[in-house]
């Protein structure tokens, strides 16, 4: 244990570097941050897909479902947890942009009390909650009582999961994109080992896969607070730690309206599959599987929008307004490229990619089928994902929300509902989406020059 210890702390000092984003070449240091940002993404998209494997391989299809179901409730709960913590991204690349180091720590420490609070309340919300959900979301009969274990389980640990999550933002509002990558590789590993012994060796099912989440994220957590503690950045202060009202004030400000933007557009998806669920069974999950594609083709447009936040708050902070705009501008060029090929993979080869994840012929040709659709929102996506990146690392995190639940429901929805009144075919339903992003492309021009203008006033 201690060689391995040693292990992973001289690859940890190998690996952290943190990125000055306020001189020098961006196109460069952007590509360098954003894959760190995307292999973790990868990995923690991967995470989950473990859980569901082992459980297939080693328990019951009531197991199965139970982990399916009760993934799905927490993703409300680490949803809204993701969106306040990027708000502190955000938070602390404009004080490093500014090289306040004593507002870096305030919002340090103070993001962390904070946190701990947040997830000691979820904690005891989803404990309370638990039966509600599970009825809500109509878990089968035979799956009841293990999703409900599931739940109280990762419920349970939410101030763990608090914590995992905010201390990958920490670091990349400070520039570091490996300690979070590093944190991830060390929780998957973990989570394989714990899924094994606790669902193939002792036999927990789906209770198992749900401690074995929570204890491979809480090793985490302490891999993460050593590194903290050994940091000699003097960003990492003791007397920081504490409750901080203009802290909080401001995670709140900045993260709601993306929490809530985050909450409506993922009830936009659901109710465009339950739109989908009254054409069959067939078609149904061939939207399930082009959704399980969906989710990795996101990825990539989702580094992207992370990185262009924390450069652009770098440089609002260091007062460089036409930097972050070229940042936006080089941001958009480098997604337009990779958005293509992914593109043409999608349109082209979405047999292929759906293939993964089915073998049944007809539910490949339904998840294709709309795939082809969603081939070119992922040039779109690409392209929205910089502004919207942009938007938030210059705090008008408002907007974002509102450009976000205008394209769901004025756009996607509305559409595919007409679509299948009409007896359209899945490409067609699918369509809606791509057309959402262009309303929110076009409301994203639109606000360019206004934001433009408010950061130039916020400076004189």
């Known amino acids: 244990m201690l060689k391995t210890c040693k292990f992973i702390y001289i690859a940890y000092n190998s690996v952290v570097k943190e990125i000055d984003f306020i001189s ?9 941050f954003s894959l760190p940002i995307l292999l973790a993404l990868f990995l ?18 009531a197991d199965v479902s139970a982990v399916s179901t009760g993934s799905q409730i927490m993703q409300s709960y680490t949803g809204i947890i993701s969106s306040l913590a990027s708000a502190l991204t955000v938070m602390l690349g404009q004080a490093l942009g500014r090289k306040d180091e004593s507002a870096v720590a305030d919002t340090i420490g103070g993001g962390l009390i904070l946190f701990i609070i947040i997830g000691a309340v979820m904690s005891v919300l989803a404990l309370l909650t638990a039966n509600l959900f599970t009825n809500l979301m109509n878990a089968p009969t035979e799956a009841y009582e293990m999703t409900l274990q599931y739940v109280r ?14 201390l990958g933002s920490i670091f990349r509002g400070l520039g570091n994109a490996n300690t979070p990558l590093l944190a991830v590789a060390i929780a ?17 099912g789906a209770a198992g896969t749900a401690i074995a989440t ?15 503690i050994k940091s000699d950045s003097g960003l990492f202060r003791k007397q920081n730690l504490r409750f901080n009202r203009s802290i909080n004030k401001q995670v709140f400000k900045l993260g709601l309206p993306l929490a809530l933007q985050d909450l409506l557009v993922g009830l936009s998806f659901l109710v465009l599959l339950a739109i989908v669920n009254n054409m069959g069974l067939e078609q149904s999950a061939g939207m399930g599987v082009a959704e ?48 293509f090929i992914i593109a043409l993979i999608t349109y082209f080869k979405g047999d292929v990619l759906s293939s993964i994840f ?14 082809k659709a969603y081939a070119f929102d992922c040039v779109l996506t690409c392209f929205l994902f910089c502004f ?12 974002t929300m509102l450009q976000g639940i205008a394209g769901a429901f004025l756009v996607r929805i509305p559409f595919a509902y007409i679509m299948a009144q009409r007896g359209g075919s899945l490409f067609q339903i699918g369509i809606a989406t791509p057309l959402s992003t262009v309303l929110q492309i076009i409301l994203c021009f639109i606000a360019y020059p206004y934001v433009k203008k408010k950061m130039e006033a916020k400076l004189l």
């Not at 989570?191 to 036999?203: Q, S």
């Not at 260091?318 to 070229?326: D, E, M, N, P």
């Not at 089915?358 to 795939?371: A, F, T, W």
């Open 24 to 32: 020098g070449r961006i196109l460069p240091k952007l590509i360098r």
């Open 44 to 61: 923690q998209a991967m995470y989950g897909a473990v859980d569901l494997l082992v459980v297939g391989h080693f328990a019951t299809s």
């Open 153 to 166: 389980i990762c419920g349970g640990g939410l101030v763990v999961i608090c914590l995992y999550n905010l």
């Open 188 to 204: 998957c590993v973990f989570n394989i080992f714990g899924d094994l012994f606790f669902v193939a060796v002792l036999h927990m």
């Open 214 to 228: 929570v204890m491979a994220q809480a090793i985490s957590v302490i891999f993460c607070a050593i590194m903290i």
């Open 292 to 339: 399980k594609v969906c989710m990795f083709i996101l990825l990539l447009p989702s580094a992207l929008m992370q990185s262009v936040a924390v450069i652009t708050a770098q440089n609002i902070g260091a007062k460089q307004i036409k930097r972050a705009a070229s940042a936006l501008k080089e941001s958009i060029v480098l997604a337009l490229v990779f958005g």
């Open 358 to 371: 089915s073998s049944d012929v007809n539910v490949i040709k339904y998840s294709h089928e709309y795939l």
């Open 388 to 399: 919207v990146g942009y938007y938030s690392g210059a705090s008008f995190t408002t907007f």
